[in-house]
């Protein structure tokens, strides 16, 4: 498990972007790692970070990270140079890769969309409408069930 501080400069190394942008990539990065370093939704002990997201209304959603960069509003975050020096297992720098490969051309309203079309932001707003604000957490649970059908 890595700290997600790592995987910010990770991100940052490749291009500078927005914190909503930012957010959905980590969102997308701890995604395809825990459904693709754990076998089954009943043990997920492989994450890449211990942070939660909420299903905020503009998508998912780490608090503490929000609170870092909101003072950026809609403007990006400096790229950072340094994250090579992160360590990285083999198989997680290779889920990184993809997911920066297959999400890093969208940009933060697109990333958003996305998010709001697939089931477990979905589910952690059951109930809410579509403005209402909530610290409800997006399940890991719901998140290894939803993005497996896609892997199989």
Known sequence: MYNVQDVIDWLLSHEEMTPKKLQKMLYYCYVWVLTLCNDSADN???????DEFQAWVHGPVLYDVYLEYRSNGFNPISQEMNAEAVPFSEDVADILNQVWDIYGGFN?????????????????????????????????????????QRVN
């Open 108 to 148: 933060a309203n697109q990333l958003e969309s996305l998010t709001h079309q697939e089931d477990p932001w979905i589910n952690a707003r059951k109930g809410l409408s579509p403005l209402e604000r909530t610290n409800v957490v997006i399940s890991d649970e719901d998140i290894f069930n939803y993005y497996i």
């Open 44 to 50: 997920l002990e492989n994450r890449l970070f211990n």
